[in-house]
């Protein structure tokens, strides 16, 4: 087991205007991907948050490898996040100043490696993406779902154990945005990284092997039958480092 959640609880705000984001939630995480779906304001964003120790909830316990995110400092959870989470949001937040190869390698650098070997790691990641010859493009220069790659390229470069998207094709067009999800799926299974999509978008989800449902703040997968869970295995991991998600 990664990631382990008991009775989350999650209230912003007090009294009468209290919002309860979360209201209990449980959930395991180990190697795979897990779609978390569910209307907005069901407290999708704010289990991802709690996962990944970027915000405390009110209550209830999250452990990673059997160790207690709030027993760790400010800056243990820091460098947990950095050595072992990677993050992919809705637009990727590359750094518009910096060519695709430097973006990408930035996570290494700031974990002390050379920038020449980072930047070499960061090219074969851009490759096995399908973005070799776009090194040098700044993400101005590319497409939505060019850029999206390059995103998920810095995220993985880390080795993460977990790989947390919130919305990651949320500003794709559908057909972009399912090249980019089976692109995210297939590589965290290369890597061996638990693979966490917070989405809307149902087809998102399908690419997952499991899906949980919220609502007002609670799991309610279990009264959705037929059961949702899909069980597609992930894709086997190429003998070659070919790129993922087919030529694009
Ligand atoms: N920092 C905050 N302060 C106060 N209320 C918040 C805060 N963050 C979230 N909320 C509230 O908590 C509830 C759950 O929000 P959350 O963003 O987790 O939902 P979501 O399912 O991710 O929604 P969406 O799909 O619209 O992003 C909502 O009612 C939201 O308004």
Known sequence: MLISARNLVMTYGSGGSATHALAGVDLDIWPGSLAIMGPSGSGKTTLLHCLAGIVRPTSGTVTFRDQALSAMSDRQRTALRRSDFGFLFQSGQLLAELPASEN????????????????????????????????????????????????????????????FADEPTGALDQSTGQQVMQILVEASAHTGAALVVVTHDQLVAQSCQRTVIMRDGRDVTAQFAPPVQQQVPPAPAPAQPAPFGGAH
């Open 104 to 163: 990408v390698a930035l996570p290494l650098m700031l974990d002390g490696q050379p920038a020449k070997a980072a930047i070499g790691a960061a090219r074969e990641w851009l490759a096995r993406l399908g973005l070799a010859g776009m090194e040098n493009r700044r993400p101005g220069e590319l497409s939505g779902g060019q850029a999206q790659r390059v995103a998920i390229a810095r995220a993985l470069i880390t080795k993460p154990s977990v790989v």
